[in-house]
């Protein structure tokens, strides 16, 4: 996620590269027949305003549904943290509120607290991984044991099967009296809302913003880049500045070019990249808490911006 205000301009220019070039390129050749007298290649300028406001509109319907979706993304795992904590708090105060219990076990309600609380924090990294398809699972292994771990490494969707493991050991702790009573009951609800989260993640992640708004925008664009300077060259001819032909064209295509842009990289917030939602610091802040949470002292760094990006 970008949260500096300044961009490199460098860096801006490099996201539409490929657009700037078409439109150098075609401006280019308008002016050089321009220059040999091919008076044919005059076009009304009203085709480039109505093309223009044309391709307004799809970018701005484009840009709208992208940032919804990064937005979403954002409100979802914004429940995962709330909803972590949540589970958390009720892990760890069921836990202790049976150590009346006459077959309470000290040592066994701390082992059941850490391991459940591990899953948790497991879950949470595991979910990043799996949006992001990345394959670096054995960062689990320090919060999972080597049973569970091998078992993790051979199912597909691994989050899931997180929760299923979690499901398991909360009733096993029925079963053994760490817990009672209904506590099982709304340590579901709070799986049952991450397991929502999940899934909602894996919607956005599985379904693409609709590919015809893709490409008719790219068309449009491209289009309107190559009939701008054909508009253009006849005013400009007519008070004589002809020569600022090619850096009023390749301005106004920039404009457009990074409007669209804008919500391109917006589309897919869970690719790791710079403009995604920062999944790495928020697993990071579940980590923080839940780990406080449990009374351990030696916490995980925080993550902060780096050169203004947050991962």
């Not at 989260?197 to 693409?208: D, M, S, V």
């Amino acid at each position: 996620m970008i949260v500096k205000r300044n961009f490199n301009p460098l860096k801006v220019v490099r996201y539409v590269r490929n657009e700037l070039a078409f439109a150098i390129l075609t401006t280019g050749i308008v002016f050089v027949l321009h220059k040999e007298n091919i008076t044919a290649i005059t076009f009304p300028f009203s085709i480039s305003a109505i093309l223009g406001s044309a391709l307004a509109i799809f970018i701005a319907f484009r840009n709208n549904s992208s940032y919804s979706r990064w937005w979403e993304a954002r409100i979802l795992w914004g429940g995962i943290i709330n909803s972590s904590r949540v589970l958390a708090r009720l892990i760890i105060t069921f836990a202790d509120s049976h150590s009346h219990q006459q077959n309470f076990d000290k040592d066994r309600s701390e082992q059941f607290k850490r391991e459940m609380i591990n899953k948790l924090i497991a879950w949470a990294h595991a979910l990043r991984m799996h949006l992001r398809n990345q394959d670096t699972w054995h960062e689990l292994k320090p919060l999972l044991s080597e049973q569970d771990f091998v078992m993790l490494k051979n199912v597909q969707n691994k989050p899931n099967f997180l929760h299923l493991l979690t499901g398991k050991k909360i009733y096993d702790a029925m079963a053994n009296g760490t817990l009672g009573g209904f506590d099982s009951f709304q340590m579901e609800g709070q799986l049952l809302a991450l397991a929502n989260y999940q899934g909602g993640c894996e919607r956005i992640k599985n379904t693409p913003l609709l590919r015809q708004y893709d490409f008719f925008t790219r068309l449009f664009l491209y289009t309107f880049m190559l009939l701008l300077p054909f508009t253009l060259i006849g005013d400009f001819t007519k008070m004589n500045i002809d020569y600022l032909l090619i850096p009023v064209s390749v301005l106004i295509s920039f404009v457009f070019a990074i409007i669209g842009k804008v919500g391109e990289v917006n589309e897919d917030p869970f690719e790791n990249k710079i403009t995604d939602v920062p999944l790495t610091a928020l697993c990071n802040t579940i980590e923080i808490d839940l780990r406080e949470m449990l009374g351990e002292t030696y916490l995980p760094r925080k993550l902060e911006a780096e050169h203004g990006f947050l991962y």
